[in-house]
């Protein structure tokens, strides 16, 4: 995979968790540089889960001192981008 | 095999926790005594009616994309969607004194009329109590030291009145001490009952019941039902050794950590089988409050229009075991069927809650053991004939002769008398259904707000976490869960 579509990839995967996270939240124009957090009603509890999500479904483990890099969807790629398998 | 987790008890919050655990990816096990699910809340069908035990009314309720409530929170983290509920909004609700009414519904501008109307003094006060709520710092699971909420709300709120018929509904709904209640718990509740409002689903308790099994089953937690834990042991800290019942066999269950909904002292009685009993200085903060319950499922809906009913016969409230079997100064009176719109409703019950002293239940059922008589249930029966006596007194005072209610006291006599069947519990029914020492519907006097107990690996959540009600419950499990379950990586 190039590294482009590889971007695309980690992003569209951390969206796919987010829509299961929330289901009632509309994801069609969420911007990558705002924190999500002041797009989407999700609080601490829903950054726990997607964490969660990133351990069973990619076996992605992101400890604690780094959830504040998951803050903006551009932060969640470019933290998560090396951690996908290629 | 190793458990990672073992949940005691299939209360809202045991459930929570379980799913949530579940959910993680951990191994774990759920274990119940009862060969059905829900503790307090649970419901048994006569007579091809599903008839609600423990729930009245969830609190919290909202509409869809209003996403402040604490309910919202707890469907979102257990992946249960608003749909699913089919929530009925109750039409209005009243706190009932001698000397003044508070209608509420879940339209907040009408409690703002009320006040404005009938104590106009104090409506900038009653403001300030909202703002004051809606930023009251949460302590769950940081700790927190009791503080007194009647001590705190004439800084607020100036007329006594008033005073009482706030913090009657709100001990009413979730207080374990008498006359008074936690004042954090009363900031979460004031929230939850008069700012985000009352609801039921369409086909009560049972649906929550049963869209929580399925959650269990998906997410993989092993329900294990007919299960009640009789010891817990400690295996050097690494894991804890759960001794299980299951009919006349006894079964052993491993697990790393264990989560327990079953309460603070009754937990604690598993764990130190060595301790002495009534040793403890621990015995001073069982729970006093507990409640007989009525129900009569009529032939024909009673006609009458609020949903809940919380009555004080006195302008000064009452909340605390009282003197006698039962108190008749106050109480809770429910009609299902006045949620949602009119005529939706279907159950044709009324039910009516009132203060109750588990002591001297205790000791009629004893006593009804030993010498084959029939005090226990003759007790029943003339407490249940002075509940009827109560819901008619009501009615009657609120000269339902005249205006808008013309006729409905003959109906609630006429429907009274057409009762299908009638069912009425006590403490002591509470007490042996539960297992909750002293029938304490809301558990012990002292919270665990963190949800740690003495041992590392054993938590609590539920009643004695702090949180109650069914939705305080379920949010209490999943807080626990969260933070010493889910949070930390794989193990
Ligand atoms: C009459 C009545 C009316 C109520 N009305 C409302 C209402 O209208 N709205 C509302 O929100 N709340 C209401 N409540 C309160 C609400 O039901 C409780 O606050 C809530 O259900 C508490 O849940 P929990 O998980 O803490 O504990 P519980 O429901 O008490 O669950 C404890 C569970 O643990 C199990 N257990 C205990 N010991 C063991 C053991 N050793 N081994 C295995 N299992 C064990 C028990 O069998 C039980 O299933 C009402 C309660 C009552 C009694």
């Known amino acids: 995979m190039l590294n482009k579509e590889k971007v695309v990839h980690v992003r569209q995967a951390i969206v796919d968790i987010i829509a299961d996270i929330a289901p009632d939240e509309n994801l069609g124009d969420i911007r990558d540089d705002v924190a999500l957090r002041e797009q989407l009603e999700l609080d601490s509890m829903d950054f726990l889960d997607i964490v969660m999500e990133l351990r069973k479904k990619h076996k992605i483990e992101v400890p604690p001192e780094d959830y504040p890099r998951l803050a903006t969807l551009s932060g969640c790629v470019e933290y998560l981008f090396p951690k996908f398998p290629a | ?491």
């Open chain 2, 1 to 491: 095999m190793i458990f990672d987790l073992a949940v005691i008890g299939a209360g809202m919050s045991g459930l929570a926790a379980a799913i949530r655990g579940a959910m993680s990816g951990k191994k774990v096990v759920l274990l119940e005594r009862h060969t059905r699910i829900g503790g307090l809340n649970s419901y048994y069908f006569r007579q091809g009616q599903t008839i609600d035990v423990g729930l009245h009314a969830l609190t919290n309720f909202y509409q869809p994309r209003q996403s402040t409530s604490p309910l919202f929170r707890v469907l979102r983290q257990l992946r249960i969607s608003y749909e699913e509920l089919q929530l009925l909004p109750h039409r209005s609700s009243v706190v009932s004194f001698p000397d003044q009414e508070l209608v509420f519904s879940n339209q907040r501008e009408q409690l703002l009329t009320e006040i404005a109307q009938k104590f106009p003094a104090e409506i900038d006060n009653f403001m300030r109590l909202i703002e004051w709520a809606k930023e009251y710092p949460l302590s769950a699971l940081s700790g927190g030291e009791y503080k007194s909420a009647r001590a705190f709300l004439p800084s607020i709120i100036k007329d006594r009145l008033l005073q009482e018929m706030l913090l009657f509904p709100i001990m009413f709904y979730g207080s374990s001490w008498e006359d008074d209640i936690d004042l954090e718990q009363f900031a979460i509740l004031f929230k939850s009952i008069f700012l985000e409002g009352l609801s039921r689903p369409k086909g009560g308790v049972r649906v929550i019941l049963q869209i929580l099994q399925q959650r269990l089953y998906e997410e993989g937690c092993e329900l294990r039902l007919g299960r009640e834990v009789v010891e817990v042991v400690d295996v050097k800290d690494v894991s804890l050794l759960l001794k299980v019942r299951v009919g006349a066999q006894t079964e052993e269950v491993f697990a790393r950590k264990v989560i327990s909904c079953a309460g603070y002292l009754e937990t604690d009685a598993l764990f130190s089988k060595e301790k002495v009993k009534g040793m403890s200085d621990e015995v001073n903060i069982a729970g006093k409050i507990s409640f007989t319950e009525a129900i009569w499922c009529c032939r024909r809906t009673p006609a009458w229009q609020h949903a809940v009913v919380f009555f004080s016969k006195n302008n000064q409230s009452y909340y605390r075991r009282p003197p006698g079997l039962i108190d008749t100064n106050s109480g809770l009176i429910c009609f299902p069927d006045n949620f949602g719109e009119k005529n939706e409703g279907s159950e044709r019950t009324v039910r009516l809650s009132l203060l109750a002293n588990f002591d001297l239940w205790h000791q009629l059922a004893q006593s009804s053991q030993s010498s084959q008589t029939m005090e226990y249930q003759e007790a029943k029966q003339q407490c249940e004939a002075m509940s009827v006596a109560l819901l008619r007194d009501y009615f009657l005072r609120q000269r339902l002769d005249q205006g808008p209610y013309q006729g409905l006291n003959q109906g609630i006599d006429s429907v009274l008398g057409e009762v299908i069947f009638r069912d009425f519990y006590t403490p002591w029914s509470i007490h042996r259904y539960t297992g909750r020492v002293g029938g304490a519907v809301y558990g012990c006097q002292k919270k665990f707000r963190d949800g740690r107990t003495t041992h590392p690996n054993l938590y609590l959540c539920g009643t004695d976490h702090g949180l109650l009600g069914v939705v305080g419950a379920l949010l209490s499990g999943i807080t626990v869960a969260n933070q010493y379950i889910v949070a930390e990586s794989a193990l």
